[in-house]
């Protein structure tokens, strides 16, 4: 399998559905005509101010610090994806000058555009993997689960983060804070992925995807 | 129009989230030389605190506790520099506020900032990735009465605990109700590490802190 770095930037992404933003808001009126007029105005500001770009690069397992999760794939994508800093900038800047709610719908459109971005990454990703014959599994990103935020930094040593503007903080966290760091196991053999994968090494025994 | 009529109206438009309407009717007030305390206690407050139990009640959500902090932002930004101490914050409380060092969030802390406002308390805002010692000083500084702290990553709530840790160590611990917030803090957290309380979102903020005056 090839190993090089792809980089770029997503067609333009579909519009986030309003069910969406109003139950990222918790919104639970029929009736949302009062703030419909502010998700328009959120549109335009998230969508304009929207920069997004990935880099990704499939590793074969042997080549990336050695985590459990990756245990029985073969390869590892690693992958960032960022919308920039303009559209969290001016969400910031609403809500400090008092425009909470467009404030918070334009962050909330953040958050839903970057991830469409992640999912745009992860299709690449998978639609490489098929041509090669693997089977892709579920992407995590660290700090879920027993993926610990720690094993970001290797995202950032091992992918040119730099030249699509992502930096990480000594918190591990990135800025821009609309990032997404996600790494993808890929498989010789479609049976080792298992939808368990990751609850065969976590403790939390109360979690939604154990039932 | 009767002083009462117009601090109905003042309640009026803060319960509906009436920006505009707050900003006139604060103006209104003025030239009719209403004195803007009375204006804020017996109209725009009462307003505010409704939109609190209608919170509480389930008729109000997340939406429309913001538009009604942003109503209130409006005829307070009219009335406050009228006020004779030219000073925000009819409670008399002041909280320092600000997202802990290593943290560059700040929306969630902003929403809870000016919830605080509208409710009537003074808010010093030190904004994102503020050096933990800023926060004691800050509040030594300015007297305050709480101290407000989010993060929102396990790798930087420590930063919460460390502050503590300053205040306990400075002897000045029970100077503050410290309150702790962000998406990995929760109560369990809050007592582990001394703090008064932890709150899930804004206007729960404004409630607990209110809470803590009685």
């Given at each position: 399998m090839e190993e090089s770095f792809k980089k770029g930037e997503p067609p333009p992404l579909p519009k986030v559905e309003e069910k969406v933003i109003l139950k990222l808001l918790k919104y639970k009126k029929k009736d949302y005509s009062k703030i419909k007029p502010l998700i328009e105005e959120g549109y335009k500001i998230a969508y304009s101010l929207s920069k997004p770009r990935y880099v990704y690069k499939?590793?074969?397992?042997?080549?990336?610090?050695?985590?459990?999760?990756?245990?029985?794939?073969?390869?590892?994508?690693?992958?960032?994806?960022?919308?920039?800093?303009?559209?969290?900038?001016?969400?910031?800047?609403?809500?400090?000058?008092?425009?909470?709610?467009?404030?918070?719908?334009?962050?909330?459109?953040?958050?839903?555009?970057?991830?469409?971005?992640?999912?745009?990454?992860?299709?690449?990703?998978?639609?490489?993997?098929?041509?090669?014959?693997?089977?892709?599994?579920?992407?995590?990103?660290?700090?879920?689960?027993?993926?610990?935020?720690?094993?970001?930094?290797?995202?950032?040593?091992?992918?040119?983060?730099?030249?699509?503007?992502?930096?990480?903080?000594?918190?591990?966290?990135?800025?821009?804070?609309?990032?997404?760091?996600?790494?993808?196991?890929?498989?010789?053999?479609?049976?080792?992925?298992?939808?368990?994968?990751?609850?065969?090494?976590?403790?939390?025994?109360?979690?939604?995807?154990?039932? | 129009m009767r002083k009462e009529e117009l601090f109905e109206l003042m309640a009026k438009a803060i319960i509906e989230g009436n920006r505009e309407e707050s900003a006139r009717l604060a103006k209104l007030s003025l030239e009719l030389n209403i004195n803007p305390q009375e204006s804020i206690d017996l109209g725009f407050a009462k307003g505010i605190k409704e939109v609190g139990a209608m919170w509480e009640r389930g008729e109000y959500f997340l939406p429309e506790l913001l538009m009604g902090a942003e109503a209130m932002k409006s005829a307070m930004d009219v009335l406050t520099p009228h006020i004779l101490s030219g000073k925000s914050g009819s409670l008399g409380k002041k909280v320092v506020i600000g997202t802990v060092e290593g943290d560059i969030h700040d929306i969630g802390k902003n929403l809870v900032a000016s919830m605080l406002i509208a409710n009537g308390f003074e808010v010093i805002d030190l904004g994102a990735d503020v050096p933990l010692e800023k926060f004691v000083i800050t509040a030594e500084e300015v007297r305050a009465d709480f101290i407000c702290m989010s993060a929102l990553l396990t790798t930087t709530m420590i930063g919460q605990k460390k502050v503590i840790e300053m205040l306990v160590e400075k002897g000045i611990r029970n100077k503050y109700k410290v309150l702790v917030g962000g998406a990995p803090v929760n109560e369990d957290w809050a007592r582990r590490i001394g703090a008064d309380g932890t709150a899930s979102n804004a206007a729960q903020a404004v409630s607990l802190a209110l809470s803590l005056l009685r």
């Open positions: 499939i590793f074969s397992s042997d080549s990336i610090p050695h985590h459990p999760i990756f245990e029985r794939s073969s390869f590892v994508a690693l992958a960032l994806c960022t919308i920039g800093e303009e559209l969290e900038n001016e969400a910031s800047k609403l809500t400090k000058d008092g425009e909470l709610l467009k404030g918070l719908i334009v962050d909330v459109l953040g958050s839903e555009i970057v991830e469409m971005v992640a999912d745009y990454t992860n299709s690449l990703i998978c639609k490489e993997v098929m041509e090669m014959g693997f089977y892709a599994g579920k992407r995590f990103s660290p700090g879920y689960g027993i993926f610990e935020l720690g094993w970001q930094k290797n995202f950032f040593t091992l992918l040119p983060a730099e030249s699509i503007g992502i930096k990480l903080l000594p918190s591990m966290m990135m800025f821009p804070r609309k990032s997404i760091s996600f790494a993808v196991n890929i498989f010789k053999d479609e049976k080792k992925e298992s939808s368990s994968l990751v609850c065969r090494f976590c403790d939390r025994a109360n979690c939604e995807k154990r039932r | -």
